[in-house]
């Protein structure tokens, strides 16, 4: 049993394309709690999920209820840290510690050592929070226009 399952009680386990329709719905819900001006549909997140994961260049781990996931999150290793993709949790399941013992599940059993990054939208101050009383620190800003 992992650290995860011992201190949530629910299992982490690691999730391949097969899993597309539950994901892509998620990350569907993501874009819109964020504010993302992502217009793709759910076909299209689930090919997007779809080409990630079959493809190799993702990898992802979901907290299941059920064997189903409640909260997901899509990395990719990069030389010099871990990149977090999509983290998400779905409403009803927030509040309980799951996206905070699914940072720390990639830190010990993923990262390698390695620091974890990942973006939050500048609008998205309830996120940049919540990652910051995680000890996540500001590392660049990106600008649009």
Known sequence: MT?????VGYPVSRMSAKHYKALALMNAELIQDEGHANTMTLTELEQRIISWLD?????CHA???RNLPVSYCIWR???SHLYVRQIFTLRQYRK???ATKMIEFLQHNVANGKPIRLEVLAK?????KF???LGFELYSHTFQR
Do not use: M, P
Request: glycine fraction near 14%; aromatic fraction near 8%; avoid cysteine.
């Open 63 to 65: 907290v299941l209820h």
């Open 55 to 59: 493809g190799g260049e993702y990898g």
């Open 77 to 79: 290793e990069e030389e």
């Open 96 to 98: 309980r510690g799951l």
């Open 3 to 7: 650290i995860l399952q011992q201190s």
């Open 124 to 128: 998205n101050k309830q996120a940049a």
């Open 131 to 133: 990652y910051q009383k």
